[in-house]
């Protein structure tokens, strides 16, 4: 792939300031220095050096975070398109890695990728609660009662949920951001529909540590080491 295409997809800088880097000679492939952003590098083999530090993609497994637009089923295979047929092509360790959790075809918005199975498990397992945030807005105001009941747990058919946390962003009463700590399926839908309210937009901002924060739609890039420390803390694992 190319080099500056493998640099933004680290997450080093944005395209234009890993270019900004390449061209005044901070980058070197196996030891050499080049200045065309457009060079071809494997990531698998080749040593790739900015600033002269050595940068690879894949020393431990994969680790992304992508930004998921609506309409796509998460899934590695599906009848209907999915998540994987928007990823690049060379994409390193496209072969190996898997979408990790839920994010219903009509929401947008963040999901991680890897080919770390115990990760994965950890992440989605109810046992440790991982917080998961949305932006979520709803058909009509919403009530301090049904706020109320909201946080402290609402029965759906598979069982009272547990309790959340809710905050109204706006003064419309309408658009709220929920945190919550399990991943049933459609759960934010089901929570609102039980007590009349209809979800009409549901956005992930966040699984634990990990923000979607600038990500535009359809971008992927490496998790930073200090992301991925934070995260394997959060589930209980050390890096």
Known sequence: MRLDKF??????????????LIRNGKVKINGKKVTNPGVKVNPDKDLIEVEGKSVKSNLKGY???????KG???SKADKN?????????DLPGLGRIFPVGRLDKDAEGLLIFTDDGLLAH???HPKWKLTKTYYVQ???EITEEDLKRLEEGVELSDGKTLPCKISVLDSSQKFLQVEVREGRYHLIKRMFGKLGYKVLELKRIA??????????????ISLSSEELRL???AVGLKD
């Open 63 to 69: 680790y992304y975070k992508f930004y998921k637009p």
């Open 231 to 233: 995260l394997k803390e």
């Open 138 to 140: 709803i058909d009509k």
């Open 207 to 220: 699984i634990g540590p990990i923000k979607l924060g600038s990500l535009k739609p359809l971008q992927i």
């Open 81 to 89: 398109p999915t998540v994987m047929n928007l990823l690049p092509s």
């Open 122 to 124: 950890r992440i989605m």
């Open 7 to 20: 640099l933004s997809t680290l997450g080093l800088a944005s395209r234009r300031g890993v270019v900004h």
């Open 72 to 74: 796509y089923v998460t």
